[in-house]
C-alpha cells in the first residue's frame, strides 16, 4: 500500500488563505471581439457578435475594403483612400504596401520601392522609413512598419467600435501562412499599438477555411488559393482533431490581378496602334482595362474606349481576356502543382478548395483552378471579404460568445500535463484552472548526450502518462550538449477560449522552438471526463505509489550516470579516488544496478540504495569539486572569478522557475511588472 | 527524455511510524478555526468554506493548496470546526490523512502550519513537499 512510502518530515512553514486563482476575474466580454484581415494592398475589419454570420464593416462612404495605405505628406498620418490620392504628388511620403517591410531589416529588402528606409536606431536588424518632415525644414521622422500598420488597425478599430457602440474587446488578425516569427511579433506589436488586445494571430488560409466552416467535419485535407491584386499565395491546409495545420505554401509574390490589367491594358495599346505611350496613356489604359476586366467576369463582351490614343468603343471578348492572361493563370497553375507536391497531397485526395482574393472572380482562373483540381472551387463568400470573416468568427469565440459546433469552456475540464523520465506526468495546467490560461514551466536534461527532447503532451489526472490521454507528441532538436541537469528548456502551455492548446518547448541558451497545436477537448464527452476524474480518485493511493517508484528510479539513474560519469573524467586518479574507497563506490554502483533491475522493488529500497551511493561517493565527488574549483581559479583575476559567479547567480536565477507558473492572458502587455506574473506556488 | 528541472534533495529521513489508527483525518484547531472565521468574515463570506488540498507542482512534487472556497463540490469531505468548514478533494486526502492544522504566531510572523503525517521532504521554502 502507498503508505509505506509517505513518511514524515515536517517543514514549518507559514500558510495564509488565499484568494482561488479562478476567481480573479478575467474580463471577457463576449460579442466584442474583432477580426481583421491586414493585407498588403487592403485591410478590412469584421465582426460576428455573439454567434451571428460574419459581417464587413463599411466606412461612411459605404465601402469595407481600406487601402492599406497611410500618407505622412501633412503634420498627421491620413490613411486610405486619402492617402491614395496623396500618392502620386508624394510617392516617398506616402506609405504603401507596408506589409512587406513588417519584421523585416535592411538585406531583407530586394524589391524596388520609393522610400528611404535606414537601419532602426533602436532595434538592431530592423528598419525605418524615412516619411519627411512633419513641416517643411522640420526635423525627418523615421517610422517602423510597425507604427505604419498600427495607423491602419487604428481606423479599422475605430470603424468597428463606432458600429459596436463599445470600446472592442480583441481582435484576431491574419498574417501570410509563411510569415516568420519576426513578422508575426511585428504584427502583434502593431496591433497593440493600435491599443487592440491581440487574442491571437491567424494563418489567412486558416481564416478562410473557417470562413467557409470547414472545421466543422474534424478532419480533412484543404487548398485555400489566394490571388490578389500583387501576389499569388497557395496553401495545403490538413484539419486534424477539429485543428488546421499549414502543411505546405508556396506561390508567387509578384503575381496577382494587377499583371491581368497590365497584360489586357499592352493589348488594348496595341489595338489602338500606341507603339510608344506615354505614362499618363499607359495609366489611362491601365484603369480602363481594370474595369473591362471587372466587367467580363459577369458579361462576355463589353465596349472600352481610350480618348487619349484615339480608341472608340472597341468591343472586348472574354476569350480575348483569357488569352492575354492565360499565361499567368497557367503560372499560378504551375505554382499549386509544386506546393502539392511538397506537401505530398495528390490534388484528387483534397475536400475542398477555397478561392480568396479578388482575382479568383476571373472566369479563367475558376476554370483552371476547377480543372486542376477536379472539383468546383468553394466561390460562395466574397473572395475579398473570406479572410476577415473567418478571422471574425474566431474572434467572436475567443471573446468569450457561445457558437454553434464550439464547445466553449470557462474552466479546463482535464489537467494537461507533459510525460517526464520514468513515464511521470508532469502537471502543467491544472484541472478546473479558469480558461484562458498560459503557464509555463522549465525542464532539462537528463544526460550529457541528450541533444533532443522529446514532449508527450498528457491529458488526464492519473500520475503516469500511461493512464493518461494522449494528445500530441513532438520533439525538440538542436539542444546543447550540457552536463545533466543544466540545458534550460521552457515549455509553455497557451489554451485559448476556443479551447486550442498551444505548446511551446524552447531551449534558452540557443533559442530552438518548436510547438504544437491540439484541441484537447475533441472527442471528449462529459461522460468521459467523469469517468477519468472518477478513476484518478479511486486509482490514488496505487498512482502515488507508482509515481513515488519512478521518481526514485529516475533519480537513482540520474545519480549513477553522475557517478559513472565522474569515475570515467577523473577516477584513475589516486589522488581523488583511492583504491579502497573505490572499491566502496564500485559496490554502492552495482547495489544500486541491481535495486533498478529488481522488477518489485518498490520505492524504500530504491531510495535506500541512492543513499548507499550516495554517501559511498561523497568523499570522490568533494574531492572532484575541489579539484575543478582549483584548476578553474589559478591564474584568474579576481574580476574574472566575480564576473563567473555572477554569471552562476544569474543561472541560478534562471533555474528557479521550476514549478508551474500561470501567466497573464495577455502576452504584449506593456509593462511586465511582477504583480502581472502569478506564481503556481 | 525529460527531466523536470527541480533541486537534488538533500534531505534524508528515516521513515516514520504509520500515524495511530485512531487519529482523526483531518484537525483543525480551534484557533486556526478562529483565525479562519475572522478571514472569511472579513472577505465578506461568512457562509464560504477553506479549501485545503494538494497540487503538482513545486520544486519536490507537490505543494499544499490553501484557499477560499465559494462553492465546494458533492464529493469532497467536509470537516468542520466551531462552525468553519474546511473541505478536501479526495485526492488530496489521501496525502493529507491525520494533517493537524495549527495557528501559529511567533517570531517568523504569524500564519497556518499543517503537520501532516505523510510529509517526507520539503524544499527550503516550505511550500513543496514530498511524500
Redo the contacts between chains.
Sequence with gaps: M???????????????????ED?KGRARRPGFGVGIDLGTTHSLVAVAPRGAEPRPLADAEGRALLPSIVSYAGDAAVVGYAAAREQLEHPSRVVSSVKRFMGRGLEDITFSHPYRVVPDPQTPGLLRLDVGPAAPGGAPRLRTPIEVSAEILAVLKRRAEAELGAPVDGAVITVPAYFDDAQRQATRDAGRIAGLKVYRLLAEPTAAALAYGLDRGGEGLFAVYDLGGGTFDISVLRLRAGVFQVIATGGDSALGGDDFDRALAAHLLERAGATAPSDLQREEARLVARAAKEALSERERVTVSLPGVGLRDAVVTRDELDAQIDALVRRTVKACRATLRDAGVRAQELDGVVMVGGSTRVPLVRARVEKLFGRPPLTDIDPDKVVADGAAIQADILSGSAREGVTLLDVVPL?L?????GG????VI?RNATIPIRAR???????EQ?TG???HVVQG?RELAADCRSLARFELKGIPRLP??MA?VEVSFQLDADALLTVTARELMTGVKQSVEVKPTYGLSSDEVDRLVME??DN??ED?AAR?LA?AR??LG?VVLAVRAALQEVGHLEAILPADERAGVEAALAGADAAMHQPDADA?AI?SAL?QL?RASEPFARRRMERALNAGMEGKSLFEVEDTLAGEAALDER?GG???ELVDDDPGAPARAEQDVQK?? | ?????????T??????P?PAPARPLLTVTSSAAKV?RD?LARRGTPQAA??FGI?????T?Y??L?????SPRA?DHVFVKDGVRVVVD??SM??LKGTEIHF?TGI???????????????CG?????A?
Design positions: 502507498a503508505s509505506q512510502s509517505l513518511s514524515i518530515h515536517d517543514t514549518g512553514g507559514l500558510f495564509q488563505i488565499a484568494e482561488p476567481r489537467s500535463g507533459l510525460e517526464t523520465m511521470i506526468v508532469e502537471k491544472p514551466q522549465v525542464f532539462t536534461n537528463y544526460s541528450q527532447m522529446t514532449f489526472e545533466p541537469s534550460r484518478s480518485l490514488a493511493g502515488f513515488d521518481e529516475v533519480e540520474r524504500a531510495r543513499g550516495e533555474r521550476h514549478s508551474p503556481d506556488s | 527524455m525529460l527531466a523536470v528541472a527541480r533541486e537534488p534533495m534531505e534524508t529521513t528515516t521513515p516514520a504509520e479562519m478571514q477553506i479549501r497540487r503538482g507542482g513545486g520544486c512534487g505543494s499544499y490553501f484557499e477560499f472556497e465559494d464529493n479526495p485526492k489521501i496525502l501559529e517568523r510572523g504569524h500564519g497556518f502550519r499543517f503537520s501532516n503525517p505523510n510529509v517526507q521532504d520539503s521554502c516550505g511550500e513543496s513537499i511524500f
